[in-house]
């Protein structure tokens, strides 16, 4: 097929990735802790440690799980927020052969039991905060082996400060059930002194079941295999290097502010920023404004990846605004559509434009980005990354036309092999000819150059016309009165469908009537909000995407 794009790589960015060199995704950890091996490669509220100290963690973590004989390719969950562990436990969970299973810590008792239910993990670390939510899944579906882990882990004596606080102090872990079970301290302890073992792995082999993020439906859990991984770091190694020059980041600060359970997070900050020997500044909670700011203060952000609703915080944040940007050098933002108006007041603001990417847990994520030279925000999402091919798809699979919309699907090393146990799903996902569907209506420009309209299901047709909420939701959010905004389609007995607003004010004062004025000065009829509600807030989910599907869901709930 054509790649239009390739003429428009910026110098240095090849056309291909090779993985070969690589057995397995450890192969990049061993390399990169022997590589950078006094560099910090973690900090968490002060603490830091070392590429060595890390990679001798991660070992005695994989030595212990050898130790508990599980079979090869079993499942090891892993439930907890940005903490040290977090990082050696992935890591431990990769080296002795099993397959990592990213839990979101903030699950009820009923969405935990469906992904355990699904995944059937053997073993689970879990932050001791939530082990009482495990307590409220049926026993049967619980991990035999539980290891708790806990805030101070590999923090030496402030650690036990911290441990003492958050149970004794603010109470911050409720009672369980699971007394007698590991700690994450010990096993490392006992870990040392057991030998690990290299297992027989190759790129093929499944290493995450990453769970989709259910904000369109039943989550399912995709099957990235260790070449998945490998190639998708060393794509965005690829792209990456005309911000970063020939050290490729090595020693710069990247601020972790996604949670690492995300895919984004989990491949950027994680997996990319080992690999490349950064330093990894790990932020628990990004909705604490000030916790992020006083991590950014202390170590000079190089590197930040973000999604549009943490840009939006911070640049509206007085503290932030006074913070040294001089060390920034490249600002990701993807997880959803970075808005125009947002990433202009960034770029005032920290003299770096956004870089905004595309891509989805199923394809590990990355699969699109803009030129990371780039000088300004460009409002698209860019070129497919090296080795990719994008098509852009009518209804019958079939490509249209350049600049024409339809349905983008991605074809690459690191699209996943499909769904964990859902055949028909899996083969419903990927074309003939092995294109993966995304759902997302797109078009792409004569250079190559791809352009997200909207999410297929988030579609709302209004009278025969196809309305697409991230159009509209730009306009709204141009306005200097809006914070944030969000547009979902409502029943409407006249037109099928109709257009609601959900607005949180930056301005107190702002009143519906200049909202519409707004509206229908930029927006033709049809694409005008039908009805305007004022929220103090939207809801989101942990990686700060607003949740859609919530807000659509309520008039049936009400009703």
Request: net charge neutral; with cysteine; proline share 6%.
């Given at each position: 097929?054509?790649?239009?794009?390739?003429?428009?790589?910026?110098?240095?960015?090849?056309?291909?990735?090779?993985?070969?060199?690589?057995?397995?995704?450890?192969?990049?950890?061993?390399?990169?802790?022997?590589?950078?091996?006094?560099?910090?490669?973690?900090?968490?509220?002060?603490?830091?440690?070392?590429?060595?100290?890390?990679?001798?963690?991660?070992?005695?973590?994989?030595?212990?799980?050898?130790?508990?004989e599980l079979p090869a390719g079993s499942r090891v969950a892993l439930m907890m927020p940005n903490v040290l562990a977090y990082v050696p436990a992935l890591?431990?969970?990769?080296?002795?052969?099993?397959?990592?299973?990213?839990?979101?810590?903030?699950?009820?008792?009923?969405?935990?039991?469906?992904?355990?239910?699904?995944?059937?993990?053997?073993?689970?670390?879990?932050?001791?905060?939530?082990?009482?939510?495990?307590?409220?899944?049926?026993?049967?579906?619980?991990?035999?082996?539980?290891?708790?882990?806990?805030?101070?882990?590999?923090?030496?004596?402030?650690?036990?400060?911290?441990?003492?606080?958050?149970?004794?102090?603010?109470?911050?872990?409720?009672?369980?059930?699971?007394?007698?079970?590991?700690?994450?301290?010990?096993?490392?302890?006992?870990?040392?002194?057991?030998?690990?073992?290299?297992?027989?792995l190759n790129l093929t082999h499944t290493a995450v079941l990453q769970y989709t993020g259910g904000t369109t439906g039943t989550p399912k859990g995709a099957e990235l295999s260790h070449g998945n991984l490998v190639a998708n770091v060393l794509q965005v190694q690829a792209v990456a290097r005309p911000a970063l020059g020939e050290s490729g980041g090595a020693g710069m600060v990247i601020l972790t502010a996604l949670p690492l359970y995300h895919i984004f997070a989990m491949t950027v900050c994680g997996l990319f920023a080992l690999h490349a020997g950064m330093c990894s500044v790990l932020v628990a909670d990004p909705r604490k404004l000030d916790t992020l700011v006083a991590a950014w203060r202390r170590d000079p952000v190089g590197i930040f990846p973000a999604?549009?609703?943490?840009?939006?915080?911070?640049?509206?944040?007085?503290?932030?605004?006074?913070?040294?940007?001089?060390?920034?050098?490249?600002?990701?933002?993807?997880?959803?559509?970075?808005?125009?108006?947002?990433?202009?007041?960034?770029?005032?603001?920290?003299?770096?434009?956004?870089?905004?990417?595309?891509?989805?847990?199923?394809?590990?994520?990355?699969?699109?980005?803009?030129?990371?030279?780039?000088?300004?925000?460009?409002?698209?999402?860019?070129?497919?990354?090296?080795?990719?091919?994008?098509?852009?798809?009518?209804?019958?699979?079939?490509?249209?036309?350049l600049g024409e919309a339809g349905e983008v699907a991605i074809r690459g090393p690191q699209v996943m092999k499909g769904y964990w146990g859902r055949s028909d799903d899996t083969r419903a996902a990927f074309t003939a000819d092995g294109f993966f569907k995304t759902g997302d209506i797109g078009i792409m420009s004569p250079d190559g150059r791809v352009r997200i309209i909207d999410r297929k299901k988030d579609m709302i047709l209004v009278s025969g016309f196809n309305v697409y909420p991230n159009e509209v939701e730009q306009v709204v959010a141009s306005h200097p009165g809006v914070l944030e905004c969000v547009v979902v389609g409502v029943p409407d007995p006249r037109s099928g469908e109709a257009v609601k607003l959900y607005v949180v004010r930056k301005d107190p004062s702002l009143t519906v009537e200049?909202?519409?004025?707004?509206?229908?000065?930029?927006?033709?009829?049809?694409?005008?909000?039908?009805?305007?509600?004022?929220?103090?807030?939207?809801?989101?989910?942990?990686?700060?995407?607003?949740?859609?599907?919530?807000?659509?869901?309520?008039?049936?709930?009400?009703?």
């Open positions: 097929m054509e790649k239009p794009w390739l003429p428009h790589y910026p110098q240095g960015v090849p056309e291909e990735i090779s993985t070969s060199g690589y057995e397995s995704l450890s192969d990049l950890f061993t390399e990169a802790c022997a590589r950078h091996a006094d560099r910090r490669a973690l900090v968490f509220m002060g603490r830091s440690i070392t590429y060595k100290e890390l990679g001798s963690v991660s070992t005695a973590v994989a030595a212990w799980i050898q130790a508990q890591l431990a969970a990769l080296q002795a052969g099993m397959v990592a299973v990213n839990i979101n810590p903030m699950y009820t008792a009923a969405e935990l039991e469906a992904q355990l239910r699904d995944s059937r993990p053997d073993l689970i670390f879990i932050f001791e905060s939530f082990a009482a939510t495990l307590g409220q899944v049926p026993a049967d579906l619980r991990p035999s082996k539980i290891v708790l882990v806990s805030a101070g882990d590999l923090m030496g004596l402030k650690g036990k400060v911290i441990d003492f606080a958050a149970r004794h102090v603010k109470r911050m872990v409720p009672t369980h059930a699971f007394s007698d079970a590991f700690k994450f301290d010990a096993v490392v302890k006992q870990g040392r002194s057991l030998s690990f073992k290299k297992p027989s999604v549009n609703t943490l840009f939006n915080a911070l640049v509206h944040n007085e503290a932030f605004q006074q913070l040294d940007f001089s060390s920034l050098r490249l600002c990701f933002g993807g997880g959803a559509a970075v808005q125009r108006a947002v990433a202009e007041k960034w770029k005032e603001v920290t003299g770096r434009p956004i870089i905004e990417g595309y891509g989805l847990t199923e394809t590990s994520p990355v699969a699109i980005v803009n030129p990371t030279n780039a000088i300004e925000y460009s409002g698209d999402i860019g070129l497919p990354v090296p080795s990719t091919e994008v098509m852009i798809l009518d209804g019958n699979e079939q490509p249209v036309g200049e909202l519409r004025h707004w509206c229908a000065e930029r927006l033709t009829p049809y694409k005008r909000p039908h009805q305007i509600e004022f929220r103090a807030e939207l809801p989101k989910s942990n990686t700060g995407k607003i949740l859609r599907r919530v807000l659509r869901d309520e008039p049936s709930q009400k009703a």
